[in-house]
């Protein structure tokens, strides 16, 4: 009894770490997709800027 409590704590616990890290990863997918989106934006800006 107590040998599948542990095994069910053990994966509900892997369960979570596995949420945890795919909510990094999203994150991390995000901070990149606005970083990027913001140095486009400046060096559209600066190419742009003489037109202007």
């Known amino acids: 009894m107590e040998k599948k409590n542990t095994a069910k704590l053990i994966q509900h ?3 979570q770490r596995d949420k945890l890290i795919e909510l990094l990863i999203w994150g991390l997918i995000g901070a990149a997709l606005s970083v990027g989106f913001m140095l486009t934006v400046l060096l ?3 190419m742009a800027g003489p037109l202007i």
């Open 13 to 15: 616990k892997r369960q």
């Open 44 to 46: 559209y800006c600066r």
